[in-house]
């Protein structure tokens, strides 16, 4: 079962009460996928850890007012996300391109042949180095799709929008990234 | 093309990139390439999602994994002290100045005038904390924006 689909009454119930133990079951489950969520949009490693562990602290704070019966990690994700990109507005980082965000990219391996496999590697890193310039939620969106690999359903309940909105948001974003690679290429 | 068939086939080329074209929309999607525009776009956006695919998010070392409960703990913690912290200054502060306020209105070789400036001194700060404190509650309360980004 997806991290935006699970059902935690249980523990949420616990943590509801105060329960601090319970807690750490709920942080110890979604760490990950909520590290890996604010990565994609702040771009570093130290940020991504302490935006992420600060949005826990919000969800500790705020847990009385969730809903049981809805998944914990859609609720989270939205905590999450506003703080990311308050961060990265804040930062005024948002219209210049993101210098680190390469960095927490790497390639998956591939075994073609060794002229296509080069090709490829470059038309990769191509893409890394752009993705870097991409706006924050163009970003977001399009690693939510490849990287988290959730689906648009999925996507749309995670960013409180309708499926059509995660197409097209997904459409301009690809085609914003095709237009930076055009730009360097010429 | 219209608006609204440009419109049609990017919403059918997106979900054919991402796997999600529903059986009944395939030879929708499959009209559209017979257009050169369409056809081309396709190819090109399937070159993108080829090279995007590839890419992964670098893990972080292992071991933050084992620390980030503590560093979530530490924070609840310093939060609570914090709070503590705060509280005990404000009362503190208040009873100080309460008392140094007494003592001063006690002290018969000051003027009136100057004890009538102590009184009218510390009404208006506890009226300024008061109004500032509803005002934040207030807001807190009925702030409809209040999840609004930024």
Known sequence: MNAWSR?????????????????????????????????????????????SQQAFIRAWKAIGSFEL?????????????NLCLNFVRDRSVRAQPFSRYPEV???GSSEDNPLEA????????????????????????????????????????????????????????????????????? | MTDMERERFRMLMMKALDGELAGSERSEFDTFLGNPDCEREWKEFAHIKEATMSLQL????????????????????????????????????????MEAAAALWRDADLPLYVKIGIVALCVGLLLLLFSVIRERFFTMKTDKYKGVIR
Request: some cysteine; overall charge negative.
């Open chain 1, 7 to 51: 059902n935690d009454d249980d523990i949420i119930e616990r943590v509801q009460q105060g329960d601090k133990e319970a807690f750490s079951v709920l942080v110890r489950q979604y760490m990950k996928p909520a590290y890996f969520s604010a990565l994609a949009i702040v771009g570093s490693h130290d940020d991504a850890l302490d935006l």
């Open chain 1, 69 to 81: 019966g809805r998944a914990f990690y859609t609720w989270y994700y939205r905590i999450l996300r």
């Open chain 1, 105 to 107: 990219l790497e390639h």
């Open chain 1, 118 to 186: 080069t090709e490829r590697a470059m038309l990769r890193e191509r893409v890394r180095l752009a993705m870097g310039k991409l706006r924050s939620e163009e970003r977001e969106i399009i690693l939510l799709r490849e990287f988290d690999g959730y689906s648009y359903d999925e996507i749309a309940s995670l960013l409180e929008c309708p499926v059509g909105t995660v197409m097209s948001r997904l459409y301009y974003a690809r085609k914003h990234l095709k237009t930076l690679l055009e730009d360097e290429h010429d």
């Open chain 2, 58 to 97: 670098k893990s972080p070392a292992p071991e933050i994994w084992d620390r980030y409960w503590d560093g979530v703990y530490n924070r609840l913690e310093r939060g609570i002290a914090w709070m503590l912290v705060t509280l005990g200054a404000v009362i503190l502060l208040g009873w100080g100045a």
